[in-house]
């Protein structure tokens, strides 16, 4: 029964989503307020559908109701309650539904919180936004439906895929959807404005703080799938230029240029037809990384060929969209009014310098993604893209745009003085090259570029800083002025200096962990002892342990450090019998911000296992740096002018911090 | 500056930024890509020791020996042709005789891969796809294999 309601839920949601996807764009034609109003009852009761839709899958799978077809694939009795919930994504079906899920939430939120939007323009965002809910729900619908029945129901489910039983899992993909999702509001606003034929300062102030809320979760996102690869995949690795996470990179690059484009058009009203075709581009990109991952097209170019359904659906929806937005975009973004001017040298100029940057590093990373797709499809000839190219491409324009980034915060808008501005940065400037030339000595000239990164990671965090102290006039103010300018200041100027900081400190956990870690690759008997790093793991033996789907074998290592004991690791195997599969479960251990890494290979007769070691350190500073560009954005979202439905300053109860 | 200048500035900085991708896409593209060869390519094409490539095939029944330091051989076959492969480090999981393996390295001299990359399959559904595509080739695939998400499952 259960499952039945759930399918008729998101019959109901289509529904009214057609309802939606036309009603309120014929009452912003005809000025009928009613209609128009009509949109907001819509997408609330849309996502109420949806959610229980959502919720009744997720019974099906905590009841362990084995005559629905993706429960039996992807679930069993025996799994602990957090991988029932979390399986009900963990697969193509249930992953599709939490993407109308967010989908229709976004929605929502717009309706709830949009008082103050124009009514046409809230019309016709509404109705945009319904049009891709009901491409998703026909998707979900005719291919892809979760509810599907069984005749003859099992009694054991297969297990879900033992990679994915992890806490990781819980919170990746929904942040990752989070993101991805929320990403076609500002689609929607630009298609809105678009249709509406007009576009101002204001538009830019409502899609602002939506676009930031998605960074903010594709960044955690990003980060959470970069850490959760790292333990589980038992390399040691953090990124691996897969085209799966290169689906979730590029969103975010077009996205980063779109939160910074869409401040110019805030402050200056420029480069808004810009603007409208970045947020277009941003949503098509996460449309593509959704058709990459979920179309099988990366698994094989033939298997796509041979079941073509889902894939062939899905690129349908993603020529729709991209296609219909690029063509309203040319057709319709002449009319929209030019801007105002500004000097090459300037905060202008020096955003644009950001835009350009940004999106050839993702046109870059589009192109090492696709090009053995397209290749492979069009000559049969298939070629690996891996992390060389990505490193030589991506990587110098990257460094390019960090080199730049402390000159915009400092930079005046309109007209800008770059030589002030240059000026202000020389201690920023001398003590990264300092620190160039004591890394150099003290690695000994091991690698050269390594110690250019830590340099210019430390030049961007400084920048950063002194952005704050210009403001605030610390060390020439006195203290109590200081004070006041700090507390003066807007939020989203401590976010801006807050996030480039961030970014910063991942980067410098890259490179360090990238050039100084250390790995050793050995078959250890039981009570040898490895020396890493001046590291000594001891390895006490194996032990069996029996988990509630799995048998476990562990592998106990005693640390020690100068002698001293530090702890125990204990890596482990996981053997699943429901799929007859293993997973590695690494040991880590935190050192400062280093960490010390062992994986478990095979175990041979002789009772000796080959393990891997490795110390990495400042490793932990990638993903410190991901929080720290959260926060940064989080305090910017929170910016009264920014916040959400209160584009003009409000009167004094709305300046709790709600967010 | 007018507007007009200002344009001019704009696209001639967009055009030297893309100039700059497009040159260093096109010099990655040609060092740093590597192609996929099954056992038969390696043999018919004539590809000259020292070129890094990827071949894929099953692992020979029988052809597995381990030496010292984790030194590991064995043959990787698409049912026509074999090829040897010789490996130092930790093996994934699945790697077992008579199933799909995928290994990336350098071609030596003596028509043997050095690889420093293998892969096996992620879970027992799960064959590399170009384990499948190198054994259609030959022949030896039979349709109706079951065939799971490949690469790193989300």
């Known amino acids: 029964m259960i499952p039945e309601l759930g399918h008729y839920a998101l019959v109901l949601a289509l529904a009214l989503g057609l309802i939606q996807s036309a009603a309120p764009i014929v009452g912003a034609r005809g000025r009928d307020g009613a209609l128009m109003r009509l949109a907001n009852s819509t997408a609330l009761m849309q996502f109420v559908f949806v959610a229980l839709s959502f919720l009744a899958l997720t019974i099906c799978y905590v009841t362990s109701d084995f005559s629905v077809a993706t429960v039996f694939e992807n679930s069993h009795s025996l799994m602990p309650l957090i991988y029932k919930i979390t399986s009900v994504w963990g697969n193509h079906e249930g992953s599709m539904l939490l993407w109308v899920l967010i989908l229709s939430l976004f929605g929502a939120l717009v309706a709830a919180f949009g008082a103050n939007l124009p009514a046409t323009l809230k019309a016709h965002v509404l109705a945009v936004q319904s049009w891709i809910a009901c491409a998703f729900y026909l998707f979900i619908l005719l291919t892809s439906n979760p509810f599907l029945r069984l005749a003859q129901p099992p009694v054991e489910g297969r297990d879900l895929n033992p990679i994915l039983q992890d806490p990781g899992l819980a919170i990746h993909p929904p942040l990752l959807y989070l993101g991805y999702v929320g990403f076609s509001i500002a689609f929607s606003f630009a298609i809105a404005a678009l249709i509406e034929g007009r576009i101002d300062a204001a538009w830019a102030r409502w899609v602002r703080p939506w676009t930031l809320a998605a960074w903010i979760f594709l960044t955690v996102g990003i980060a959470m799938g970069s850490y959760w690869a790292y333990y589980t995949l038992g390399w040691g690795g953090f990124w691996f230029w897969d085209p799966v996470e290169n689906a979730s990179l590029m969103p975010w690059l077009a996205g980063t240029a779109l939160l910074h484009s869409a401040v110019v058009m805030e402050k200056r009203n420029a480069l808004k037809i810009w603007t409208i075709l970045l947020a277009i581009l941003t949503f098509s990109l996460s449309l593509i990384g959704t058709f990459l991952v979920r179309s099988g097209v990366l698994t094989s170019v033939h298997a796509f060929a041979t079941d073509p359904t889902r894939g062939v659906f899905i690129l349908a929806i993603l020529m729709l969209f991209i296609g219909g937005g690029l063509t309203l975009f040319a057709w319709r973004a002449s009319m929209l009014k030019q801007g105002g001017l500004f000097a090459p040298v300037s905060r202008e100029g020096a955003l644009v310098f950001n835009n350009l940057f940004l999106t050839t590093a993702c046109l870059t990373v589009f192109i090492g993604t696709l090009y053995p797709l397209a290749l492979e499809a069009l000559t049969g000839e298939k070629i690996s893209v891996g992390a060389p190219f990505f490193n030589l491409t991506f990587g110098p324009l990257f460094v390019a745009l960090m080199f730049a980034m402390p000159f915009g915060p400092l930079l005046a808008w309109k007209r800008g003085d770059l030589l002030g501005v240059a000026q202000r940065l020389m201690t920023a400037f001398a003590i990264g090259i300092v620190t160039v030339a004591i890394t150099f000595a003290v690695e000994g000239g091991q690698s050269v570029l390594a110690p250019f990164g830590v340099g210019l990671a430390l030049f961007v965090m400084l920048g950063a800083l002194i952005d704050l102290v210009e403001r605030t006039g610390l060390f020439r103010l006195p203290l109590a002025t200081v004070r006041h300018r700090a507390a003066g200041l807007p939020r989203s100027t401590w976010g801006t200096a807050i996030a480039h900081f961030g970014i910063a400190v991942s980067m410098l956990g890259i490179v360090c962990a990238a050039t100084w870690g250390t790995e050793r690759i050995i078959s250890v008997k039981p009570m040898q002892s490895v020396s890493l790093s001046g590291y000594e793991f001891s390895f006490d033996g194996l032990v069996q342990r029996q988990g509630p789907n799995y048998n476990a074998l562990v592998a106990k290592f005693t640390v020690r450090s100068g002698g001293v004991p530090i702890g125990t690791m204990e890596p482990s195997k996981r053997s699943f019998s429901a799929r007859g599969m293993t997973t590695n479960e690494a040991a880590l251990m935190s050192r400062a911000l280093g960490q010390l890494y062992v994986s478990l290979g095979e175990t041979n007769d002789d009772g000796s296992i080959a393990v891997r070691l490795y110390y990495k350190p400042m490793v932990l500073l990638i993903w410190f740096g991901a929080v720290v560009m959260m926060l940064g954005g989080a305090l910017s979202l929170s910016d009264r002018r920014l916040r959400i439905g209160a584009p003009k300053p409000a009167a004094k109860s709305a300046l709790a911090p709600a967010e | ?154």
């Open chain 2, 1 to 154: 500056m007018t507007r007009k200048q200002r344009r001019l500035v704009l696209i001639g900085a967009s055009l030297g930024v893309l100039a700059v991708a497009a040159a260093l896409v096109l010099s990655a593209l040609r060092d740093s890509i590597v192609f996929f060869n099954s056992p038969t390519d390696v043999a018919e094409k004539h590809i000259s020791p020292g070129t890094r490539m990827r071949i894929g095939g099953l692992v020979k029944a029988g052809s597995v020996e381990r030496g010292d330091n984790l030194l590991v051989r064995f043959a990787v076959t698409d049912g026509k042709t074999d090829i040897g492969v010789r490996y130092q480090g930790i093996v994934p999981d699945l790697f077992r005789e008579g199933q799909g393996v995928v290994a990336e390295g350098k071609l030596e001299p003596g028509g043997t891969l050095a690889a420093d990359t293998v892969l096996a399959k992620h879970d027992e559904r799960y064959m590399p796809r170009e384990v499948v595509d190198a054994l259609k080739k030959s022949g030896r695939w039979q349709e109706g294999e079951v065939q799971g998400a490949g690469g790193r499952p989300r």
